[in-house]
């Protein structure tokens, strides 16, 4: 059973940063980032294989978020800068078997959750 530990959400202005972590207990193929927001569905927003070397964006956080990992530390990363109002919701990091899938229903592993907010 792999777990995952998200943190580092939080309130931040609108144009500002904020960096999230995942500490996770075993390898797994992919690890991504979801965010869901207040009545929406859960919304993929970044996935990177096990070396780095793949890594998909949604097209909504393309140049402005940033995913990375370090598997000494067991960590992966999600770099969000120039964030806007809209990106405001529950982060959620998961982690899947299968290579470069960015579907929710292809990850069997979900953390609990980190709120970020955004104040415009």
């Known amino acids: 059973q792999v777990q995952l530990v998200e943190s580092g959400g939080g309130l931040v202005q609108a144009g500002g940063s904020l960096t999230l972590s995942c500490a996770f207990s075993?390898?797994?193929?992919?690890m991504a980032w979801f965010r869901q927001a207040p009545g929406k569905d859960r919304e993929f927003v970044a996935s990177?294989?096990?070396?780095?070397?793949?890594?998909n964006y949604a097209d909504s956080v393309k140049g402005r978020f940033i995913i990375s990992r370090d598997n000494a530390k067991s960590s992966v990363y999600l770099q969000m800068s120039s964030l806007k109002a809209e990106d405001t919701a529950v982060y959620y990091c998961?982690?899947?078997?299968?290579?470069?899938?960015?579907?929710?229903?292809?990850?069997?592993?979900w953390g609990q959750g980190t709120q970020v907010t955004v104040s415009s």
């Open positions: 998961a982690a899947s078997g299968a290579v470069a899938v960015t579907t929710k229903e292809r990850y069997a592993y």
């Open positions: 075993e390898r797994t193929n992919t």
């Open positions: 990177i294989s096990w070396y780095g070397d793949t890594r």
